[in-house]
């Protein structure tokens, strides 16, 4: 005997099974209340910093796994994001090197910690042989107006980047200036990053 339409009433209420089981998750904390994030950051030098560093003879190169086009550094990274959107954690793979004259700067280790009104990023610094670890490095505005989302992904387009007093000594420790003046921005930031789905982990009907 056949039931016309059974498997259809099937299949929706297995998926409303899932979608209740999914919040009975959330809500007893077996899903953790932040989102997984992985993409990619772009950090493109501003013409000022262009200008000022081919003046000092340094060049900007990427630390693998990051890699170079141009004046443009980019470096995939992995972290999370909060479920209300207020802010996030992005560690960043492999890292960049200004060189030049005989000295060079390394920033490896980088974070991207993000919050509503500013970000910033702290990371490993080594001037030549001398090194730092998890020095405020960066800086960033961040409000709702410069980020897009979309149910799968997150990205903010052309964000100023500006240096902070600790990465300014360490420029001038190395070539003998920094490469902005007190304010201007080092980069431009674009990035991208897909969001994981937190009930992937679900089996679909």
Known sequence: M???GSKKRLAVLSTAAVVAVGVA?????AIAADLSLRGTGTYCLSPEAVRTLAVQ??????IAPATVDGTCLSMPGAGTLARDLSGG???LEGGMRFSGA?????ITNSIGHARIGEGNNTADVAVDDEAATNVDFIHWPLSVSRVS???TSVSIKDNPVTLTDAANTAFTKAFGASPTAEGEP???FTGQAEITNP???FPTP
């Open 25 to 29: 998750a959330v809500q007893a904390g």
């Open 186 to 188: 080092l980069f431009f």
């Open 2 to 4: 056949k039931f016309p």
């Open 199 to 201: 009930f992937s982990k």
């Open 57 to 62: 003879g340094v060049t900007l190169e990427a």
């Open 149 to 151: 989302f979309t149910p």
């Open 89 to 91: 954690e992005v560690p």
């Open 102 to 106: 005989g000295h060079r700067l390394d």
